[in-house]
């Protein structure tokens, strides 16, 4: 490689002139596939209700596809509603199509309905460049910007006085493309067969990614050392087509990046798509983690990019459960344990200016947290964990569980990261200690600090902080569980107790981390792998205000997990990667938030109002059902903030989803409890107040509107195809209320999304892949609802 001993001085001017962007740089781009459908009313097969739903699936794609497949071993059966969902990945000339995905939702040998992303064309396209990638994306978003943006990038220079939409876009298009090309140009005297080393596609992918000018830098003027200093080993634990190449000494992660050959699809002009050749590339870094496609041809392009963390060896078991997982299976409870104490602000009250503190005996639901939230299994737990009960002493050498007294426990590992550790050694952070008794009462006296002294915000009431996080975080997995996001759904947990999925993947949840302000994120990997919780401190208040204290942005994070985790399968964190589809993402955080806060007396929300100091709290309005306060309709996502806000797109989903939920509660009214009632020793779950009379061989369903939201929201994701859009989602509710209650409540969903134009004749025009400025309001409702 040439020297390149003068930087680009236009790339220069790009960092040096920029104002500091206040948010994490996280890349989100994957064009919308024409071809894609959700189909509900499927025709029927022939089998009987006893069939095996994987010989239904089998038997569907013998007739539905000439393409080779394999079933994902993700796929499952919900407990709850009994429906199989089958998860299918298309395969060409003997790669993976990474975005050619059917899900089938099965019951009682009939598919009940399906998503398809299965590449339709005849033959893979050699030698083309692909229709979308990066450049292309940001050409895009600059022709919906408010004003025209010059993309030249070797004259665009930032100012002082740039609006927030300039500052976006340099970060994540304009400097970061110009990098690319300043790379690229330098190294175009590589050979062909070296243009496909998978090394170089993941150092061009970090020069693209890197928010670091500096780094960024220095990764173009040595390309050629960091290359020759990265090297490559294989891991063939799995089938040669999910095969990995494990690529070390890349700048700018913190694990290794796992790289993969697969095909992905791009729109073609007549609304079809082809196939590309990429490397599949999984890149953790210190603030995100990356699904990211680069063209085996070219890869300085990148194709298509998923950031798993959203904003706002681990060893396992035998595979053999005892008589106590086997009693687990069963769904029977366990009650193993009746300590805890925890002072908090109880699930419903928002942050401390909502309510008070009250001590909570217990709160752990049987069910889903069986041993209570400080157990782990011996198998389950992490290497170098903090002490356990009875570390030591020989007597307990052979127990199979260990009890902790800290803020560690199956679901939730919570401690403060104050010196923003990761790669394990977060292990060694502090986290409170409850004791014997498991009490965990801590004070809250936040100060202002000191003048001239940093670093100090919070500090003194971290064990309240870290315990009100492991409190919420705690409620949160429990609550979701009973509602369907259980361990075969992919849920997270160090030991699945026997009851499927995969564990070792319990959620890391940092309070007060140093590695930023202002924010909050979470990162769902696929099952299996931790996911990962940080918790900010809040500066526009003195003293500083805790974002571990704010259940409403805790919330919001922990259901990144949720929706990502269920939408396209475990396996599969790639789903919400359409900007569509990953803002309502964002709007299912939002929703699930504020119903959770609700009370049977109707109240307008603002999200974040308490951490962020401002009345209307983080988004453009509070969420309400009066159309004048809150005016979002369907055709809002074509406004020019929806362009580049993730949150802005998912306001408007869960306005929407605020006004059908406000319909469900006039027609079947308000619980003052979301959480189901606790099996019977028999197994038998009562129904009570809280669930309509049981029906042999049907599901249980709630009885009031709010829960049956929540209900109807989990089942609606599991069903929902990936890459979702807002129809699609639409509809997978409408035909999740359908696989509950046979369709009861179809006039009042419609009553519902239609008030906010997502109605039957709303229209979604695809006029660009990423899906900008294509769409209409539509306000009827079917004709028998009318």
């Not at 243009?195 to 990614?209: E, G, K, N």
């Not at 570390?391 to 260990?402: R, S, T």
Request: hydrophobic letters at 35%.
């Amino acid at each position: 490689m040439r020297s390149l001993s003068v930087f680009s001085l236009s790339y220069m001017i790009l960092w040096v002139s920029a104002t500091p962007f206040p948010a994490r740089k996280s890349l989100r781009f994957a064009s919308l596939h024409p071809t894609a459908r959700f189909v509900t009313e499927p025709p029927a097969l022939s089998f009987s209700a006893e069939a095996d739903p994987f010989d239904v699936a089998r038997s569907f794609l013998e007739q539905y596809t000439h393409s080779n497949y394999y079933i994902r071993n993700d796929s499952y059966t919900d407990k709850l509603t009994r429906v199989t969902h089958v998860y299918v990945r298309q395969l060409v000339d003997g790669l993976e199509v990474a975005d050619g995905n059917v899900n089938l939702n099965i019951r009682d040998g009939r598919v009940l309905s399906y998503g398809d992303s299965f590449f339709q064309g005849s033959a893979p396209t050699f030698g083309s460049r692909p229709t979308a990638s990066h450049a292309t994306y940001c050409a895009d978003l600059a022709r919906g910007a408010t004003r025209p943006i010059n993309i030249n990038a070797d004259q665009f220079v930032m100012t002082e006085t740039s609006h927030v939409w300039d500052e976006f876009y340099a970060v994540h298009c304009i400097r970061p493309l110009s990098a690319v090309r300043e790379a690229a140009a330098a190294n175009a005297h590589a050979p062909e067969q070296d243009s496909r080393d998978p090394r170089r596609a993941a150092l061009y992918f970090m020069i693209t990614a890197h928010p670091d000018s500096s780094a960024v830098e220095q990764l173009i003027r040595n390309f050629d050392a960091t290359l020759d200093g990265m090297t490559i080993s294989y891991d063939h634990s799995l089938p040669e087509h999910q095969s990995s190449i494990i690529i070390s000494g890349l700048a700018g992660t913190t694990q290794p990046v796992k790289a993969r050959a697969v095909y992905v699809q791009t729109p073609t002009q007549d609304n079809a798509t082809e196939l590309h050749k990429s490397w599949r590339l999984e890149v953790q870094m210190e603030d995100n983690w990356y699904e990211a496609y680069l063209s085996v041809d070219d890869p300085s392009t990148v194709i298509s990019v998923i950031d798993w963390a959203c904003d706002s060896a681990i060893p396992h078991g035998d595979g053999y459960p005892n008589a106590l997982e086997a009693k687990l299976a069963m769904g029977l409870p366990i009650n193993y344990t009746d300590r805890g104490a925890y002072k908090v602000w109880k699930l419903g009250i928002n942050d401390p200016e909502s309510g008070e503190r009250t001590v909570e005996l217990a709160p752990y639901d049987q069910v889903a947290s069986p041993f209570g939230w400080h157990t782990i299994s011996k198998a389950n737990n992490l290497n170098e964990s903090p002490g356990w009960v009875g570390k030591g002493d020989k007597q307990h050498d052979n127990d199979k569980y260990l009890n902790f007294t800290t803020t560690w426990g199956n679901n939730v590992l919570a401690q403060e990261n104050w010196e923003n550790r990761e790669n394990l050694t977060w292990i060694q952070n502090h986290r409170p200690e409850g004791g014997p008794s498991l009490e965990f009462k801590f004070e809250y006296n936040p100060q202002v600090q000191p003048s001239g002294v940093s670093g100090t915000h919070g500090t003194n009431y971290v064990d309240l902080a870290v315990t009100q996080l492991f409190y919420t975080s705690n409620m949160i997995h429990d609550l979701y569980y009973r509602y369907g996001f259980d361990e075969a759904a992919g849920n997270f947990q160090q030991d699945n107790y026997g009851r499927g999925g995969l564990g070792g993947d319990a959620v890391i949840a940092h309070a007060q981390d140093k590695s930023g302000y202002n924010n909050a994120n979470f990162m769902t990997p696929p099952d299996g792998q931790n996911g990962l919780c940080r918790m900010y401190l809040w500066d526009a208040s003195s003293p500083y205000r805790d974002g571990d204290l704010d259940a409403g942005v805790l919330i919001h994070e922990l259901t990144h997990g949720l929706t990502n985790r269920l939408t396209g399968g475990p396996a599969n964190s790639g789903c919400l990667a359409t900007w569509e589809s990953a803002g309502m993402g964002e709007g299912l955080g939002d929703f699930m938030a504020t119903l959770i806060r609700s009370g049977e007396k109707y109240h307008d929300f603002a999200v974040g109002s308490w951490v962020s100091n401002r009345t209307g709290g983080l988004r453009y309005y509070p969420y309400s059902k009066n159309n004048i306060t809150n005016p979002s309709t369907y055709k809002s996502v074509d406004g020019p903030r929806y362009f580049w806000s993730l949150h802005a797109i998912g306001e408007v989903w869960a306005e929407i989803l605020w006004v059908v939920l406000q319909h469900m509660i006039k027609q079947h009214g308000f619980s003052s409890t979301l959480f189901p009632p606790v099996p019977l020793w028999d197994g038998s779950i009562p129904t009570g107040e809280f669930f309509h009379p049981a029906v042999a061989g049907k599901p249980l369903v709630p009885k009031h509107g709010n829960t049956l939201m929540i209900q109807l929201i989990v089942t609606a994701m599991k069903l929902q195809p990936c890459r979702s859009s807002f129809f699609n989602a639409r509809d997978a509710i409408i035909e999740a209320d359908k696989v509950l209650t046979g369709g009861k409540n179809l006039c009042v969903l419609w009553a519902g999304f239609s008030e906010r134009g997502l109605g039957t004749d709303a229209v979604f025009l695809d006029q660009i892949p990423w899906g900008q400025q294509a769409r209409t309001n539509g306000f009827k409702v079917p004709d028998a609802c009318k």
